[in-house]
């Protein structure tokens, strides 16, 4: 059998924190910032974490299941 391989894409893009979660960065703060509110872009600058229901892609993504 061949090795399993991470998807490079999830790999640059998520991380696995000690408690097993997923921690992501938002979207829509790399360009076109003048638009954009100080409150919005302040929040986005905050990472988040993955909703559960979308986990176990991920997760598969990541070779970790």
Do not use: W, Y
């Amino acid at each position: 059998m061949p090795k399993m391989k991470t998807k490079s894409s999830a790999k640059k893009r998520f991380t696995i924190t000690g408690s097993g979660k997923i921690k992501r960065k938002h979207a829509f703060k790399s360009h076109i910032l003048t638009k954009k509110t100080k409150k919005q872009k302040r929040n986005l600058t905050h990472a988040g974490t993955v909703h559960t229901s979308d986990e176990s892609n991920i997760k598969l993504q990541l070779c970790m299941k």
